[in-house]
């Protein structure tokens, strides 16, 4: 009884619109590309990950249907380990003859399957694939119910640092400076 219960209050129910993204007649995602100057440091990525979207409710919880609530989805919080989420393909980019269209056939194919509901709901994959506009890139697949493109942007550049000046953050508090 009591597990039960603290499993009750740690439930958050989705808002209106994460509802709809959530339903059997909607899928909406959002897949994103980040283009590298330097190889991607799938360490650092994770490290940088565990440090700030982890610390967000929903990137560290699952959707579930609760037969309690009228079938209505909930957040649950789950174990998460960000290595499992964070993907970095074993491939032989030596046999590769065309980068460029490496990256877009992968995000394709990203973007047409569907996202393991069991887990929290994005993924991070890492490709160090030089391009012509890149050294490596980051593919990012978010669930819509995790938010809407302003705010997992803003979420993007909150969480970035600069190399040279890793204290250096790109967020701005727009109550102090604007």
Not at 72 to 101: C, G, M
Not at 104 to 127: C, G, I, Q
Request: proline share 6%; net charge negative; with cysteine.
């Amino acid at each position: 009884m009591a597990r039960e219960k603290q499993e009750t209050l740690t439930e958050e129910p989705l808002s209106p619109v994460s509802q709809l993204f959530v339903s059997p007649c909607v899928y909406s995602i959002i897949v994103f590309t980040l283009g590298f100057k330097t190889r991607c440091n799938s360490t650092a990525i994770v490290e940088g990950i565990n440090n700030t979207w982890i610390k967000l409710p929903r990137f560290s919880s699952k959707v579930v249907m609760d037969d309690k609530k009228n079938g209505k989805a909930v957040w649950v919080p789950v174990s998460t380990r960000v290595e499992d989420d964070v993907v970095v393909p074993d491939l032989d980019y030596s046999n590769i003859e065309n980068p460029d269209e490496s990256i877009e056939d992968y995000t394709s194919h990203l973007a047409n399957n569907p996202m393991d509901v069991s887990r929290p709901l994005w993924e991070f994959h890492v490709r160090n694939i030089k391009t012509s506009n890149a050294e490596s890139f980051g593919i990012g697949k978010f669930h819509h119910s995790l938010g809407d493109g302003m705010s997992l942007m803003s979420l993007l550049y909150a969480s970035s640092r600069k190399t040279s000046d890793p204290s250096f953050s790109y967020y701005c508090d727009y109550k102090k400076t604007c």
